[in-house]
């Protein structure tokens, strides 16, 4: 666990292998390219036998002073329709059993914020009770923006019939603004490119000042090259623009950036470097 002021974070890990090759994230990411970046990588975001990007998936579990939030929830059990397939493995309940095991039941959360709504994101918003998709966290309100909403539900996916229409069923799906507030420790800001209603989450205690940055950044080898952008990327200029603010915005503070897919221990601080922006990951030995 790690202490923001009086707010209590917890990574909450879902994958952590090595799946992705590259040039399967970022198009510009031939071996040649990558050459100058491969000592400054290897081993935490790259790894030196596959060759392949390391991007774990990853939920973060915040206690307030009021609320019990998690901020995505990953990918899920039962949930087969999205590459790679190490990260859709049928029945696997990893994620839920680190999730009990830092002493939180479902039924303990208060709100989910979905950042965006990609399958690795809002996997466990659902799980599957006697054939049928049921949300999850039965006493939460889940908050997505309404232009994320709005596009999921246009696209027409089984990403929103399985992970988000059973929570609106449900009642338990609240739709705000891209800068909506829930109070003075916990705020959205819009952050869209990678998805049309993409979100970050800040998090503020004792003039403490955390963002979940969600996919507006994959992987390290962006604070080198923030014009790469990632394949699954929905609006290309939009999202460059939006990297680039974010890291010259928290750059050299002591703002904590906690990421979806950046090596373990995935949160730390924007920092110079000799490429550009570097991170500087936090000192944890909580159980990731
Ligand atoms: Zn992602």
């Not at 809002?122 to 889940?142: H, I, M, Q, S």
């Amino acid at each position: 666990m790690l202490k923001l002021g009086k707010i209590r974070i917890e990574p909450i890990v879902e994958h952590n292998v090595p799946v992705y090759r590259p040039t399967d994230m970022f198009d510009e990411a031939t071996p040649q390219a990558l050459e100058p970046y491969r000592e400054w990588l290897e081993p935490l975001a790259l790894c030196p036998i596959s060759g392949n990007l390391i991007m774990p998936v990853i939920a973060y579990l915040v206690r307030t002073d009021h609320h019990m939030i998690l901020i995505d929830t990953c990918c899920g059990k039962d949930k087969n329709y999205a590459e790679p397939a190490e990260w859709h493995e049928p029945a696997n309940e990893l994620w839920m059993t680190r999730l009990l095991s830092v002493g939180v039941k479902p039924e303990d959360i208060d709100f989910v914020f979905c950042t965006h709504l990609h399958s690795d994101h809002c996997g466990w918003n659902t799980r599957l009770v006697d054939g049928r998709w049921e949300p999850t966290f039965p006493n939460a309100k889940y908050v997505i923006s309404r232009e994320e909403y709005l596009d999921t539900e246009r696209e027409g996916s089984s990403i929103f019939t399985d992970n988000v229409l059973p929570v609106a069923q449900a009642g338990q799906v609240q739709l705000v603004d891209l800068d909506y507030r829930l109070d003075d420790q916990v705020w959205l800001e819009p952050t869209v490119g990678h998805s049309a209603g993409h979100v970050a989450v800040h998090l503020r205690s004792k003039n403490r000042h955390a963002v979940m940055c969600g996919d507006l950044i994959h992987s390290p080898l962006q604070l080198a090259e923030p014009r790469w952008n990632c394949n699954s990327d929905w609006n290309i200029p939009k999202a460059i623009e939006t990297r680039l603010t974010f890291l010259d915005e928290h750059c050299e503070t002591d703002h904590l950036i906690l990421t979806s897919h950046f090596p373990l221990p995935s949160m730390g601080n924007i920092v110079t470097g000799k490429f550009g922006f570097d991170f500087n990951y936090v000192d944890y030995c909580g159980c990731l």
